[in-house]
């Protein structure tokens, strides 16, 4: 008996109402569908005051127990207008200007013991085997891959070595253009295992920054036994400065997830872990940059500056500048301390 008189209170509060739901409805979809800001003053106005209303009226609907097609559209109506209304609005510009200027340098200090730890790791691997190789050249085929000494072994001739560092022989651009490439196709493999194996407790990544060092500093040795090791450091600086960096940055990630593992603190794995994931991301998106950047300085400077005082200029410089992002960007923000879980890019 109750049925007929609650169907004709719904209609008359619908009926009452429609109207302005259908107004609100029309000015939600334009918002969705141009944005906001193709609004005008007054429609933006009358959507905050329509929106109001109709989340009294859904209030109201849900209190008085009215049929349930009314209450759903009510719903769904108030949920698309409360993200026109309040949810935040940041284009992929927004985004991205964020993410450089304060998110990757805030992450990238909240992570300098694990830069520094990767360093490390990379300098060390560096002088054992500059010092092994030094005693025992044997060593030098062990430590470096064949693709990578590209017949520069010691059994190569100082004239060799130099003609390839300067290009001083018509063959010898193209041997040593596939030797850079080879070098930082694989620096690049070796960063995105370093930061994707960081997770199995910090030891994988270690691993890989003891070898990666290594092979530079055998080769280091093989050049110095010839009087080139100043040669070959400007050489490597003009890309290696940023390719190396990247390389350690993107270990940091990595054992920025293998420490959350290890030292959960107070907070569960899974919690630390997730935490930790996003400074580990942001870095993984900086050593993307800084390789895209490095890719670029080893296909066209190596071939345009062949004078090793201006190799050595350029690369520091851009490693300078690196530093100068990383060090001074995004000062000042509460977000330079610790991430927390409203943080963003």
Known sequence: ?????????????????????????????????????????????????????????????????????????????????YLVVYAPRVSLRGVVSRFLAQGAPQ???????AIAASF????????????????DPSW??????????????????????????????PGSLGSLGAFATYLFSHNTQVALFSFALGVVVCVP?????????????AFFAIHAQKGLAFDLFAWLSIHGVTELSAVAIAMAGGLR?????????????????RHAARDAAKLAVVASIMLI????????????????????????????????????AGRGGSKDNAPGPEEGA
């Open 293 to 328: 950047a490095a890719g670029l300085l080893e296909g066209f400077g190596r071939q345009l500056v062949t004078d090793p005082y201006t190799r050595i200029g350029v690369g520091w410089g851009m490693g300078l500048l690196w530093l100068g992002w990383f060090g001074l």
């Open 107 to 113: 992450a990238m200090r909240r992570s300098a013991l």
């Open 205 to 217: 990544t270690m691993l890989l920054a003891l070898y990666n060092g290594a092979i530079m500093g």
């Open 1 to 81: 008996m109750n049925a007929v008189p609650n169907l004709l209170r719904s209609s008359r509060f619908r009926a009452e109402r429609e109207a302005d739901w259908r107004r609100l409805e029309a000015l939600v979809v334009a918002a969705e569908k141009r944005g906001v800001r193709a609004l005008g003053f007054r429609e933006v106005q009358e959507l905050v005051a329509l929106y109001r209303q109709a989340v009294a009226a859904l209030s109201v609907a849900r209190e008085i127990s009215l049929d349930s097609a009314p209450i759903a559209y009510l719903e769904s109506l108030c949920a698309r207008a």
């Open 140 to 169: 030098y085929h062990s430590l470096v891959p064949s693709g990578l000494s590209g017949g520069r072994g010691p059994e190569a001739s100082a004239e060799a070595l130099r003609a390839g560092l300067y290009d001083q022989d």
């Open 120 to 135: 490390a790791g990379l300098l060390f691997g560096a002088l054992l085997a500059f010092a092994a190789v030094r005693a």
């Open 257 to 273: 997830l293998g420490y959350a593992v290890l030292f959960p603190g107070l907070e569960t794995r899974g919690n630390a872990l």
